[in-house]
């Protein structure tokens, strides 16, 4: 077979079969309330959504390099290219960009356009120091991690807290060599 | 007489997670496939150290007089770390999930077939709530798709 | 940057267009998050009853939103206050909004004169879900039983929802039968209605 280049996210989301966003929604604003239900402290609905996402993450990459195409990525830059222009899109049907780019190449932003999961949402008293959108941050994280991505994430910006738009920043830890052969002995 | 004899899942570290035997009358149990799998891991480990260039991902294909082996293994993966006590070096390297389809010699489409496995295994084994990550893979939609694809295969076959 | 400009802020949820519910997302993307959804519950429970119970929980708080968001935007404020109105309801515009098709089928029970039966052959949670040998008939449409029940309620149809897998003759795969039982009160006022 001849090597095929990546896809579009365009082209895989018309691709892919589709459901309501609104079902996403709502069921992942059923999850919140579970989880503040549960937990009580919003401080650890926080970090149970992040793991939340991780888990999704995890598995989630698979079927992003399956349908997508996309082979290993050179650098972190192409990373986030890809994360945000095909993932975002093939996923959740929206698009994100990469901004804010450190001097050394290893943090970057990642500025969603739209966001389905925060439709019907407003934070209530009770809950601002709810990162509602925490799942998003953990899908990321688990993703790269197995692309051997070591990652910190956390957010910049969140509409639900006032700003004017949801802004991930994605900091790189450390890469872990793969091809390479190093002699320990030496 | 089938195509196509057998197929493995290998999970990231080695482990078998998945043997289906497709008619190759038998000759494994359930002790020969582990040995096989967890050799066959090794041996593909192996090859991307034999390779002169850096980057190489290993075995995608090996031929013998009556069987073929097509390999394909996914881009995610842990980083293992690889022994080799006889040049005393110790190499990093990707271990990804590993699936692997035994057939009759020049049996044509398998990297597409071993691509719509990926598929399956991503669809019906890894948005499965209940599955466990790198555990055996005991999915039975998984098995009534994976059938249908083998079979459809086949089916393709005859038809040429 | 492209296409930040987009995003309108508005200081308060209220005051944002309700939007037409044309949007979409990947199946995958659900599908990745119900699976959590279900993982995170089973962390949570010490059987098979109480995992039901807390799927149906969550399915319930989707079902009660979804009555206000549907009969707000496709009914004009109205609702269904008769007992075939509300099941037609739940079997084509509920199902058809959430799962993108109309159900299979709705019938009425033939053994009980409160119970009524929405079918599906495969419901959409349980796409990609086998579920495991030792769990019996545990089945995750308990959540979509839950959003049937969250309707009902919401509409004033109290009533006792369950998911049943159905085994179906010459097929593979059991199909998916949603057991509702109305409360008694519910009976009374239909035949009070005439």
Same mark, same amino acid.
Request: aromatic residues 10%; proline residues 3%.
């Given at each position: 077979?001849?090597?095929?280049?990546?896809?579009?996210?365009?082209?895989?989301?018309?691709?892919?079969?589709?459901?309501?966003?609104?079902?996403?929604?709502?069921?992942?604003?059923?999850?919140? !309330?579970?989880?503040?239900?549960?937990?009580?402290?919003?401080?650890?609905?926080?970090?149970?959504?992040?793991?939340?996402?991780?888990?999704?993450?995890?598995?989630?990459?698979?079927?992003?390099?399956?349908?997508?195409?996309?082979?290993?990525?050179?650098?972190?830059?192409?990373?986030?290219?890809?994360?945000?222009?095909?993932?975002?899109?093939?996923?959740?049907?929206?698009?994100?960009?990469?901004?804010?780019?450190?001097?050394?190449?290893?943090?970057?932003?990642?500025?969603?356009?739209?966001?389905?999961?925060?439709?019907?949402?407003?934070?209530?008293?009770?809950?601002?120091?709810?990162?509602?959108?925490?799942?998003?941050?953990?899908?990321?994280?688990?993703?790269?991690?197995?692309?051997?991505?070591?990652?910190?994430?956390?957010?910049?910006?969140?509409?639900? !807290?006032?700003?004017?738009?949801?802004?991930?920043?994605?900091?790189?830890?450390?890469?872990?060599?793969?091809?390479?052969?190093?002699?320990?002995?030496? | 007489? &089938? &195509?196509?004899?057998?197929?493995? %899942?290998?999970?990231?570290?080695?482990?078998?997670?998945?043997?289906?035997?497709?008619?190759?009358?038998?000759?494994?149990?359930?002790?020969?496939?582990?040995?096989? &799998?967890?050799?066959?891991?090794?041996?593909?480990?192996?090859?991307?150290?034999?390779?002169? %260039?850096?980057?190489?991902?290993? %075995?995608?294909?090996?031929?013998?007089?009556? #069987?073929?082996?097509?390999?394909?293994?996914?881009?995610?993966?842990?980083?293992?770390?690889?022994? #080799? #006590?006889?040049?005393?070096?110790?190499?990093?390297?990707?271990?990804?999930?590993?699936?692997?389809?035994?057939?009759?010699?020049?049996?044509?489409?398998?990297?597409?077939?071993?691509?719509?496995?990926?598929?399956?295994?991503?669809?019906?084994?890894?948005?499965?709530? #209940?599955?466990?990550?790198?555990?055996?893979?005991?999915?039975?939609?998984?098995?009534?798709?994976?059938?249908?694809?083998?079979?459809?295969?086949?089916?393709?076959?005859? &038809?040429? | 940057?492209?296409?930040?400009?987009?995003?309108?802020?508005?200081?308060?949820?209220?005051?944002?267009?309700?939007?037409?519910?044309?949007?979409?997302?990947?199946?995958?993307?659900?599908?990745?998050?119900?699976?959590?959804?279900?993982?995170?519950?089973?962390?949570?429970?010490?059987?098979?009853?109480?995992?039901?119970?807390?799927?149906?929980?969550?399915?319930?708080?989707?079902?009660?939103?979804?009555?206000?968001?549907?009969?707000?935007?496709?009914?004009?404020?109205?609702?269904?206050?008769?007992?075939?109105?509300?099941?037609?309801?739940?079997?084509?515009?509920?199902?058809?909004?959430?799962?993108?098709?109309?159900?299979?089928?709705?019938?009425?029970?033939?053994?009980?004169?409160?119970?009524?039966?929405?079918?599906?052959?495969?419901?959409?949670?349980?796409?990609?879900?086998?579920?495991?040998?030792?769990?019996?008939?545990?089945?995750?449409?308990?959540?979509?039983?839950?959003?049937?029940?969250?309707?009902?309620?919401?509409?004033?149809?109290?009533?006792?929802?369950?998911?049943?897998?159905?085994?179906?003759?010459?097929?593979?795969?059991?199909?998916?039968?949603?057991?509702?039982?109305?409360?008694?009160?519910?009976?009374?006022?239909?035949?009070?209605?005439?």
């Amino acid at each position: 077979m001849p090597p095929v280049g990546p896809r579009s996210g365009d082209a895989i989301f018309a691709n892919v079969e589709r459901v309501n966003a609104e079902l996403f929604t709502l069921t992942y604003g059923a999850i919140v !309330r579970q989880l503040l239900t549960d937990l009580e402290e919003v401080e650890e609905v926080n970090k149970q959504l992040d793991q939340m996402g991780y888990n999704i993450g995890i598995r989630l990459i698979d079927e992003f390099l399956a349908k997508s195409n996309v082979s290993r990525c050179v650098d972190f830059k192409e990373t986030a290219e890809v994360i945000a222009k095909i993932g975002f899109k093939m996923f959740l049907g929206v698009t994100a960009s990469v901004t804010n780019w450190d001097a050394d190449g290893t943090c970057c932003s990642i500025v969603l356009e739209d966001n389905p999961l925060v439709d019907f949402v407003e934070l209530p008293d009770t809950c601002q120091g709810l990162y509602y959108c925490n799942i998003l941050s953990g899908v990321v994280r688990g993703a790269l991690e197995m692309v051997s991505m070591k990652t910190e994430i956390s957010w910049i910006r969140d509409m639900l !807290r006032g700003d004017d738009a949801f802004e991930l920043q994605v900091k790189l830890l450390k890469q872990v060599p793969e091809e390479y052969p190093y002699k320990d002995d030496e | 007489m &089938a &195509a196509i004899y057998s197929l493995y %899942i290998i999970n990231k570290s080695g482990g078998l997670i998945f043997y289906k035997d497709y008619g190759s009358s038998g000759r494994m149990d359930t002790n020969d496939s582990l040995r096989v &799998a967890s050799l066959w891991h090794s041996m593909h480990a192996i090859s991307q150290q034999l390779s002169p %260039i850096s980057g190489c991902f290993g %075995i995608e294909l090996l031929q013998a007089d009556t #069987f073929d082996l097509h390999c394909f293994q996914s881009l995610t993966g842990y980083i293992s770390l690889l022994f #080799f #006590f006889l040049s005393k070096k110790v190499t990093r390297m990707i271990q990804g999930t590993k699936f692997f389809v035994v057939c009759e010699p020049g049996t044509q489409h398998m990297e597409g077939l071993l691509k719509h496995i990926y598929e399956l295994y991503t669809d019906y084994v890894l948005k499965n709530p #209940f599955y466990e990550m790198e555990m055996p893979i005991r999915c039975e939609l998984f098995d009534i798709n994976l059938t249908q694809a083998i079979q459809k295969d086949r089916v393709a076959l005859l &038809a040429r | 940057m492209i296409g930040v400009g987009k995003i309108k802020q508005y200081s308060n949820v209220l005051d944002k267009p309700l939007s037409k519910g044309k949007q979409e997302v990947s199946l995958s993307a659900f599908a990745f998050l119900f699976s959590e959804l279900v993982q995170y519950n089973q962390t949570q429970v010490d059987n098979i009853a109480e995992l039901e119970r807390r799927l149906e929980d969550a399915g319930y708080a989707v079902g009660a939103r979804v009555l206000e968001l549907l009969c707000h935007r496709d009914k004009g404020n109205r609702r269904e206050t008769r007992l075939l109105g509300i099941l037609s309801f739940v079997h084509s515009t509920v199902w058809k909004v959430l799962f993108g098709k109309v159900a299979d089928s709705l019938e009425k029970g033939t053994e009980h004169e409160d119970e009524y039966m929405i079918s599906e052959k495969e419901l959409l949670v349980n796409r990609f879900i086998s579920i495991p040998k030792d769990m019996g008939t545990f089945n995750c449409g308990a959540f979509v039983a839950g959003i049937v029940r969250g309707v009902l309620d919401g509409a004033g149809f109290p009533a006792v929802v369950t998911a049943h897998f159905v085994p179906v003759e010459g097929q593979q795969r059991p199909r998916t039968t949603i057991l509702i039982k109305f409360a008694e009160e519910v009976l009374r006022r239909e035949a009070r209605l005439g």
